[in-house]
């Protein structure tokens, strides 16, 4: 099993910027993608950004040119750094990853807990 840990949430003025991070620790051979969701009151959750262990990233079309994905596969940790906060960012930030237990064996996933950010106007 893999536990991933969340850190950087917190409360912030429009325009500001925040750093989430998100630890993997537990049994795994590998880490493959790395991602980051966000579900806000009411709202489906929605892919934000994600990176392959290779470092190949995506955005979700709100967060591009604010937000930026990276990882440490040394430190099994990724980061979303977010500039230019908006208060429509304001939400619940959940970190995924996909892993496997063998080489060439099945790849399962995992959430993490969640850390709120609220941006305010």
């Known amino acids: 099993q893999v536990q991933l840990v969340e850190s950087g949430g917190g409360s912030v003025q429009a325009g500001g910027s925040l750093r989430l991070s998100c630890a993997a620790s537990?049994?795994?051979?590998?880490?493959?993608?790395m991602s980051w969701y966000r579900q806000a009151p009411g709202n489906k959750r929605e892919s934000v950004a994600s990176i392959t262990s290779s470092g190949s990233t995506n955005y979700g079309d709100s967060v591009k040119g604010r937000f930026t994905i990276s990882r440490d596969n040394a430190e099994n940790t990724v980061y979303l750094q977010m500039n230019s906060l908006k208060p429509e960012d304001t939400s619940v930030y959940y970190c995924?990853?996909?892993?496997?237990?063998?080489?060439?064996?099945?790849?399962?996933?995992?959430w993490g807990q969640g850390t709120k950010v609220t941006v305010s106007s």
């Open positions: 537990g049994s795994f051979v590998s880490l493959g993608a």
């Open positions: 995924n990853a996909v892993w496997r237990l063998e080489s060439a064996g099945a790849w399962f996933g995992s």
